[in-house]
DNA sequence: GCTCATCGGCAAAACGAATA
DNA sequence: TATTCGTTTTGCCGATGAGC
């Protein structure tokens, strides 16, 4: 049973009304991840359904006070199945285990019981170079505005250019409440910036798309700082 | 001990974005 | 508009581990 809270079915019913996705995953996590934009092939005219039906389904858990299916194995023919390992969602998942200090269970997704994710552009394409980007002001606006989104005490960027933090343009501080306090390099492409808020309680990590070629010492590193911060946020709520 | 399947890592190609 | 630059995707190869 979930009783759900007033800022999730505002987040919801706005959805349904200006037809915009929502997101999967625990809705009462503290952790946020979000993406670039779900990778669906035009022709896959069922996923694409899927997608566009989400607020619409999230009205129907909290008509229910349920909540979807967050724990199942991916088995052979899933979606998520051939490119495990390497795909988006094999390394949310990675991370989270990393975060929660849990054991890898091959092909397995339980992330989303610690985890909300959603994407910052509201428009899936297969190749996020392709993807209209048109609406992601509109989208940032609606997370800046959101009190649902801006409870989450850690949110990871994981969109790369499609935020931007630089000399003059400071999106992530704006949108979040947050400053830049550190920054880790790997590789050209492998790389992750934190941010906090001036309480210290809200952590903010802007990093690039979670897929392949993302080193493990990048997710080993990104993980501690998180659950070092999960942590932290322990002591505040028990004083 | 061998074979097959799977995963991770590297490198190159492909593609936009930025720049001039 | 041409060129350069940076990022993501793809394919390939080797390491690892499970099953026979």
């Not at 809705?27 to 934009?37: R, S, T």
């Not at 967050?70 to 390497?86: D, F, I, M, S, T």
């Not at 091959?106 to 980007?133: G, M, Q, R």
Request: net charge positive; aromatic share 12%.
């Amino acid at each position: 049973m979930t009783k759900h809270t007033e800022e999730f079915k505002e987040f919801v019913s706005q959805g349904i009304n200006k037809e915009y996705f929502i997101g999967i995953g625990n809705p009462y996590a503290n952790i946020l991840f979000v993406g670039k934009e779900s990778a669906i092939k035009k022709n896959e005219v069922e996923r694409m359904s899927q997608y566009l039906k989400n607020a619409n389904e999230w009205r129907g858990y909290i008509e229910n006070n349920s909540c979807e299916i967050l724990n199942y194995p991916v088995e052979n023919g899933h979606v998520l199945r051939a490119g495990w390992g390497k795909n988006t969602w094999s390394k949310y998942q990675k991370l989270t285990d990393i975060i929660f200090e849990k054991e890898m269970k091959p092909f397995h997704v339980d992330f989303l019981e610690n985890v909300f994710t959603t994407e910052i552009n509201d428009s899936p394409e297969k190749n996020t170079a392709n993807a209209d980007k048109t609406g992601l002001n509109e989208r940032k606006q609606l997370f800046k505005e959101s009190k649902f989104i801006q409870n989450f005490p850690v949110v990871v960027l994981a969109c790369s250019n499609y935020i931007r933090n630089n000399d003059k343009i400071r999106e992530i501080d704006k949108i979040f409440g947050v400053k830049f306090v550190d920054g880790k390099q790997y590789t050209s492409a492998n790389w992750f910036y934190t941010h906090y808020s001036e309480d210290g309680k809200k952590l903010v990590i802007h990093t690039r798309q979670l897929s392949a070629n993302v080193k493990p010492e990048l997710l080993k590193d990104m993980g501690q700082i998180i659950r070092q911060h999960l942590d932290r946020i322990q002591l505040f709520n028990n004083n």
